[in-house]
């Protein structure tokens, strides 16, 4: 072996299969965060206390977003999925008692990426640390936003500017920060297959990377290369997902020497953090979450070639709601068992010299290759945000397909379904944590009062000046021509520091860039063939249609700023290939957009999903709305819906509610069918006394 | 034209009720009537279609007195030319004038499950609470690259209401063909680049439309050259009426203006009476062949007959009349 292949090992003796020291584990986090700073600051000081090493930042969708507490679209969403930060304060108190000279810290933070940042630099600040010793991530990957999470704010110019603008920035002032990690985890959750998953982070690098490079001078091009990180997803099938790290490895250190002229090893290095996969996990069942859990961590532990700088795991209970603190815990400590307990720390890479392995990484990079190649032909990764979302959209139909019809198993599921009742559920909150609604109206009160207290000629000032410099290259929408303008982060930090707020830095960039709204990617699914069920289910809208007069019509949207539009996109796929008409709205929308779509359109259902716990504000929101606009068709919920949250909104208005474990998409269609000819019939036998 | 008397209805009077009462909202300009009339006029439950005829009657130049006030607008262009940016950008315009505006977005469907995506709202800006706008997403129907019998129908029924009345549709080449039969002036829409208008045009597969429209002018040089090519191909063809407008929607945004203003110098220099009545009979014999056949059209001696006999007949009757009285003409 050693006369065809250089050996990489750190050991001298190949009797002695050991490293000569075990290697330090990957950096510990638990993704948290909820309500305010201050509850948030507890949970983080009590994680770091158990062990974790490193933070993880979870965001409300309002600071995702870019809007105040007190935004009409923040309604519902505030303190939900994540903590509310919308200045300077919040951010103090989110880091209060914690060394920022020390702690490494990690924000999922995109379109708003630039300003935490510069919160965050400002809380050094008033901690007495430089941004010099600054160390962690801003996940700052806009085009996964557009393709698969839907927390974008502005275009994609404007977007990529922004991504540019920190990067040149925090090579030369926050040296030890990454400045964008560039994520496959949410492609591979949007149903990406592993090919597409490592081909379209690598396209997604490389439309960064262009962009960097017209903004800062040739020679920092490998410090760049090497600031670049990924965050990476890892399923259940964990042999394939680890040659996939491979194969993403090979491919980057390619990139790097072909394509930018990195010769430097360290800078060549594939790193990545990793979140292991959530839509794998069942709310069937829940516990069986734990072993897939611990399986996927496998994946991106096991070799030593392509191991995990830093990893954060989900909780057992994410199909259901939002973890608690102990649900968290139990991650934490699954990690800790697998670093502290297991010896997969004291050896070289494992894999070394598998042939089984080497093939699977062989074909892997062969498909990633030839699919980076149509990215490329559409124009690179920004261009190619149509096509990349329609194929994943398909993608993901036919992974549902696959479970529905049990060729792919899915323990407690599709299969193995018979059960005892689970004691981990049975406590009055449902295994759940649910975040208290005062929450919102304390915020809305704290923001207003911060905005009363601050000088305000100051804001104006920063704010101003941040809108004069956004201007500059946006004259042309073009990056490249304006290598030499001012820099945004400059007046960012400064608007950081003098107080402005969250949604005042979004909206004064909102009115030089202009509102986007990314492509649904449903448009372009490919119809599907009308074969068994779906055959008999054609028959039956067809039916329905005559009845009605015209083809059963559907409205299908997402309200508040949840972007996680799978779900949505695939019962509007499965609708139309049932031969319904599909009105297809997307994401973040208010109740007042709703209400007047399904006026004008004259729909006869309207379909709603919601995944980010704001459903028992919305979705009352939504049919107050539609009600005073004279519309009666009933309403149908899906989303992340606690088993205690479905009678109150069923004594709302709705009329059916579907959570994870209703994983047959062409029997919910099937059931919206059957609940409209139900409505016909009656409206039929209704009608004579109308007339009379 | 005079008011003409009220046209004779065709059933009793509660069934009535439903239909002309629409149209008679329709007529007063009360723009929330708009999504019932679709509703009734996309149904095809035989007493829904009697209704239809009713509404249709109520808003017919005979009953108004002239023809609708409305601007009928065809918007049409291949997928991805920019034609839903450039109908925010339209519809802002418009509004800031003053005007009302109805949208019909055309989609195709899927041909083997017959159901489709109408995703075009989603990607049009604009406030949900004026009530000044209101758009419809339709199916394209069963004919290829048509328009449905209910968007030619709900055109002709919205522009008694509204300012302005656009029939978007997606494809180029045959598929403006019907929206020419329906609307006062047909825009195409090009994208920088794309050859495919100048050649369809060249080649006569396509009629010239009023306007042109290139869009993502801020590309510069090839935006330019596709507005010079496409100038000089209507040159060639002796028409010098078409103008060709370069807009932008990147800020700053440009051309909206120009092109506002060339869709309404069309339609003052239009004789509206002469299309509108030309797009009724057009209608009325698509619907009469659709609904009868061939074996029909032989029952009234033929394509040129028929049209014969469509040219003796009110000027002022709706589509639906017309399409009656070629039916009694064949019956007897």
Redesign the interface.
């Given at each position: 072996m050693g006369a065809t292949r250089p050996y990489n090992g750190c050991m001298d003796d190949i009797r002695n299969p050991r490293l000569p020291e075990r290697d330090r584990p990957w950096m510990m986090r638990t993704y948290a965060g909820h309500s305010t700073a201050k509850a948030s600051n507890e949970l983080y000081r009590r994680n770091l206390q158990k062990g974790q090493t490193g933070l993880s930042v979870a965001f409300d969708l309002p600071t995702q977003t870019g809007y105040d507490p007190d935004d009409e679209l923040a309604r519902g969403e505030v303190g939900k999925v994540g903590v509310p930060v919308s200045h300077r304060g919040d951010m103090a108190a989110l880091m209060d008692g914690i060394p920022l000279g020390e702690m490494n810290t990690s924000m999922t933070i995109n379109a708003t990426a630039a300003w935490l940042l510069a919160l965050y630099i400002v809380a050094a600040e008033e901690q007495g640390v430089s941004e010099k010793s600054l160390q962690g991530t801003t996940q700052n990957d806009i085009v996964k936003e557009f393709l698969a999470r839907g927390t974008y704010a502005f275009g994609p110019a404007p977007s990529l500017r922004l991504i540019a603008d920190m990067i040149a920035y925090t090579v030369e002032h926050v040296p030890k920060w990454n400045p964008i990690n560039i994520c496959s985890y949410h492609l591979q959750e949007a149903g990406a297959t592993p090919v597409q998953e490592i081909a379209y982070a690598m396209s997604n690098a490389i439309a960064v990377l262009d962009a960097v490079r017209e903004r800062v001078p040739e020679q920092l091009m490998g410090q760049v290369f090497g600031r670049i990180s990924f965050f990476v997803n890892a399923g259940v099938r964990f042999v394939e997902e680890h040659a996939k790290l491979r194969a993403m490895g090979i491919l980057w250190e390619e990139l790097g020497r072909e394509r930018y002229g990195v010769s430097d090893p360290k800078h060549l290095r594939f790193r990545y953090g990793v979140q292991v996969n959530s839509l794998g996990l069942t709310e069937a069942q829940p516990e069986n979450n734990v072993q897939r859990i611990v399986l996927e961590a496998l994946a991106v532990t096991l070799g030593r070639d392509a191991r995990a700088r830093a990893m954060q795991l989900p909780a057992w209970n994410e199909a259901l709601g939002l973890p608690r603190p102990w649900d968290q815990q139990w991650s934490l400590r699954i990690q800790q068992v697998l670093a502290y307990e297991t010896d997969i720390l004291e050896y070289p890479d494992i894999f070394e010299g598998s042939h089984v392995m080497d093939a699977l990484v062989a074909e892997l990079l062969e498909g990633a290759r030839a699919e980076m190649a149509v990215v490329a032909e559409h124009g690179g990764a920004v261009e190619a945000v149509p096509y990349m979302k329609g194929a994943l959209v398909d993608a993901h139909r036919e992974r549902i397909q696959r479970i529905e019809s049990g060729e792919q198993t899915v323990v407690g599921q599709n299969r193995f379904t018979e059960t005892e009742d689970s004691p981990l559920t049975a406590d009055g909150d449902g295994g759940i944590l649910v975040v208290d609604p005062a929450v919102e109206a304390e915020q809305i009160d704290a923001i207003r009062r911060w905005r009363s207290e601050r000088d305000q000629a100051a804001v104006d000032t920063a704010l101003t000046e941040l809108a004069r410099v956004a201007a500059l290259a946006?004259?042309t929408?073009d990056a490249a021509e304006n290598a030499d303008t001012e820099n945004l982060m400059i007046p960012t930090i400064a608007a950081a520091r003098a107080g402005a707020t969250t949604g005042e830095w979004a909206r004064a960039l909102r009115e030089?860039f202009?509102?986007y709204?990314a492509p649904?990617g449903?448009?372009e699914?490919a119809?599907?063939s009308?074969d068994g069920e779906l055959g008999e289910l054609?028959d039956r809208?067809?039916a329905l249609g005559?009845r009605?007069?015209?083809?059963p019509k559907i409205l299908v949207g997402k309200p508040g700023l949840d972007g996680h539009s799978n779900g949505a996109e695939q019962i509007?796929?499965r609708?139309?290939?049932?031969?319904?008409?599909?009105?297809?709205?997307?994401i973040r929308l208010?109740p007042?957009?709703i209400?007047?779509?399904a006026?004008?359109?004259?729909v006869h259902v309207i379909g709603l999903s919601i995944l980010s716990g704001s459903h028992r504000e919305l979705i009352p929101a939504v049919i107050d709305a539609l009600r005073d606009a004279g519309v009666s068709a009933p309403v149908i919920v899906g989303g992340i819906i606690p088993d205690q949250d479905v009678a109150p909104l069923r004594a709302a208005g709705v009329a059916a509610v579907y959570t994870p474990k209703d994983f047959d998409i062409t029997e919910i269609v099937s059931d919206i069918v059957a609940l409209l000819a139900a409505d016909a019939e009656q409206s039929r036998s209704d009608a004579p006394a109308t007339?009379a | 034209m005079s008011r003409a008397p009220r046209p004779p209805q065709p059933a009793g009077p509660e069934i009535d009720v439903v239909g002309a009462a629409i149209g008679a909202r329709l007529r007063a300009r009360d723009l929330s009537a708009a999504p019932d009339a679709l509703n009734l006029l996309e149904s095809t439950v035989p007493t829904d279609r009697e209704q239809s005829a009713a509404l249709l009657a109520e808003v017919s130049p005979a009953w108004l007195g002239q023809e609708a006030p409305g601007h009928i607008v065809g918007i049409t262009g291949p997928p991805g030319a920019g034609k839903s940016t450039l109908l925010s950008a339209l519809l802002r315009a418009w509004r800031q004038e003053g005007l009302s505006v109805a949208m019909l977005a055309v989609d195709p469907s899927s041909r083997r499950s017959g159901g489709s995506l109408l995703g075009d709202r989603a990607r049009i800006d604009f406030d949900p609470t004026d009530a000044g706008v209101f758009i419809r997403s339709t199916s394209a129907g069963t004919q290829l690259g048509g328009l449905s019998w209910a968007t030619r129908a709900a055109a002709q029924a919205l522009a008694a209401a509204f300012d302005v009345v656009v029939i978007e549709t997606v494809g180029v080449g045959q598929a403006e063909t019907d929206v020419a039969d329906v609307a006062d002036t047909i825009a195409v829409v090009v994208q920088p680049g794309s050859g495919d208008v100048l050649q369809f045009l060249k080649s006569g597969i396509m009629e010239i439309p009023d306007v042109l429209v290139v869009t993502k002018a801020d590309l510069g040089q090839v935006a330019v050259r596709t507005r010079r090519d496409l100038s000089a191909a209507l040159r060639s063809l002796g028409s010098r009426a078409t103008q060709v407008i370069a807009v932008s929607s990147l800020s700053p945004p440009q051309g909206v203006e120009e092109l506002v203003a060339a869709l309404q110098t069309h339609r003052e220099q239009l004789d509206l009476p002469q299309r509108r009545l030309h797009a009724r009979r057009a209608s009325a014999l698509a619907d009469y062949a659709r609904e009868h056949g061939e074996r029909g059209l032989s029952a009234l001696g033929g394509r040129r007959a028929a049209q014969a006999m469509l040219a003796a007949l009110d000027p002022g009757a709706d589509v639906p009349a017309l399409v009656a009285a070629l039916e009694r003409r064949a019956a007897n």
């Open positions: 946006s004259a929408g030089v202009g509102s709204r649904t449903v448009g699914a119809p599907a009308g054609r809208v067809a005559e009605l007069g015209r083809r509007a796929v609708a139309r290939d049932a031969g319904m008409d599909v009105v297809y709205e997307g208010t007042a957009q209400a007047a779509s006026r004008q359109e004259g007339v | -």
